[in-house]
C-alpha cells in the first residue's frame, strides 16, 4: 500500500488578495488516523492532514469557504469530513462517498449536516470504474435533495463513459480538468471531448489540479492553458481548489501559495475571478452569506 508524501509545510503567501468569500472548492481532512481509522481497503495512506491544519491554511491564503471532498482512503465513512463542517461555523461544506444502501434519512440528515454533493471515482489507480448500478440509482436519487455528483475521472473516461455522462440529469462536476495531459496539448481528444461537454448546461468543470494534469514541474504553469480554456468555454460553471493535501503526487508536491497565483495568472479578470472563486460555489453549494 502507497504512502503518501506530506503536503508542504510552508506556504508562500499569494501575491494578491482574494475577493471577500473566496472558496477553495476542493480539498480533503485525512483522520487524525487515532480518531477518524482509515478504511482498510484504501490504496494508499495519507499523513493525517486534520481540520486544525486545513483551516490555519485557508486564514493564511485568504480563503473564507471551502468545500471538504470525501476521499477514497477514508472510503464511505463521512465521520471526518462531517466533524469538520461541524467545526467549521459555517465556512465549510461537503461532498460525500456512498455505497448506495443509505436510507432517504440517512441523506436528508446529511444534507442537514452540510452535505451537498456525492462523488464517484473512475481512476484506475484509486480502483478503477465504481458499480454503474449503484452510481445510476444514487444519481437519481440527487435531484429531490438538490445535490450534485462530482466525477473524478482519466482523461480517457470522458471518452468512454460519454452516453452515460450525457445522461445525467442533475449538476455534474468533472474534477481536475478532467486529469488531461497538458503534455498532449490543447488539441487531445479527451480535452476537446471536455470542452464540448461543457455546452451542456448541466456540467460544471474544476479548474485545479494543476500538479496532476502538468508534466510534473512547479509552478505547474503548463497546466494554464487548459483552465484558462475552460474558464472561456464556460464562466458561469467552473470551481477552482487546493487539493491540499495532495494525495497521490508523485511529482513535485506544490506549494499551496503557489498554486494561487497560478490561479492568479490564468484568471487575471477581476470579474471572472469573482465567478470563480464565489459567486459559482455560492450557487452551485448554496453557501449561507458570511456573517
Same mark, same amino acid.
Given at each position: 500500500m502507497k504512502t503518501c508524501a506530506a503536503p508542504d509545510p510552508n506556504p508562500v503567501k499569494p501575491r494578491e488578495a482574494l475577493p471577500a468569500g473566496a472558496c477553495d472548492a476542493h480539498c480533503h481532512v485525512f483522520g487524525p488516523a487515532d480518531k477518524f481509522p482509515y478504511a482498510p481497503d484504501r490504496s494508499y495512506t495519507p499523513p493525517d492532514a486534520p481540520f486544525e491544519r486545513l483551516r490555519q491554511l485557508h486564514d493564511f491564503l485568504g480563503l473564507d469557504r471551502a468545500?471538504?471532498?470525501?476521499?477514497?482512503?477514508?472510503?464511505?465513512?463521512?465521520?471526518?469530513?462531517?466533524?469538520?463542517?461541524?467545526?467549521s461555523e459555517g465556512r465549510y461544506l461537503g461532498v460525500a462517498i456512498v455505497n448506495g444502501s443509505e436510507t432517504d434519512e440517512q441523506l436528508a440528515d446529511m444534507d442537514a449536516r452540510g452535505v451537498r454533493a456525492v462523488r464517484f471515482n473512475f481512476v484506475q489507480h484509486l480502483g478503477g470504474a465504481p458499480d454503474l448500478e449503484v452510481f445510476d440509482k444514487t444519481i437519481e436519487r440527487l435531484d429531490g435533495l438538490g445535490? *450534485?455528483?462530482?466525477?473524478?475521472? %482519466?482523461?480517457?473516461?470522458?471518452?468512454?463513459?460519454? !452516453?452515460?455522462?450525457?445522461?445525467?440529469?442533475?449538476p455534474f462536476v468533472i474534477d481536475h480538468m478532467g486529469r488531461v495531459q497538458a503534455a498532449k496539448g490543447l488539441d487531445q481528444e479527451p480535452f476537446r471531448a471536455l470542452l464540448e461537454l461543457m455546452k451542456n448546461p448541466l456540467a460544471w468543470v474544476k479548474v485545479c489540479g494543476g500538479e496532476r494534469v502538468s508534466v510534473g514541474k512547479r509552478p505547474f504553469a503548463d497546466?494554464?492553458?487548459?483552465?484558462?480554456?475552460?474558464?472561456?468555454a464556460a464562466p458561469d460553471r467552473?470551481?477552482?481548489?487546493?487539493?491540499?493535501? *495532495?494525495?497521490?503526487?508523485?511529482? %513535485?508536491?506544490?506549494?499551496?501559495?503557489?498554486l494561487? !497565483?497560478?490561479?492568479l495568472d490564468f484568471c487575471p479578470d477581476p470579474a471572472l475571478r469573482r465567478k470563480l472563486l464565489v459567486e459559482n460555489p455560492e450557487k452551485l453549494y448554496r453557501f449561507k452569506p458570511l456573517a
Open positions: 468545500v471538504i471532498v470525501q476521499a477514497s482512503c477514508h472510503g464511505d465513512d463521512n465521520t471526518a469530513m462531517l466533524d469538520a463542517i461541524a467545526r445535490w *450534485h455528483v462530482v466525477l473524478h475521472l %482519466d482523461a480517457q473516461d470522458i471518452l468512454t463513459y460519454s !452516453d452515460r455522462i450525457n445522461r445525467i440529469k442533475v497546466a494554464a492553458p487548459f483552465a484558462a480554456r475552460l474558464i472561456e467552473v470551481l477552482w481548489g487546493t487539493d491540499w493535501p *495532495h494525495p497521490n503526487i508523485s511529482k %513535485d508536491m506544490p506549494n499551496d501559495g503557489e494561487v !497565483d497560478l490561479m
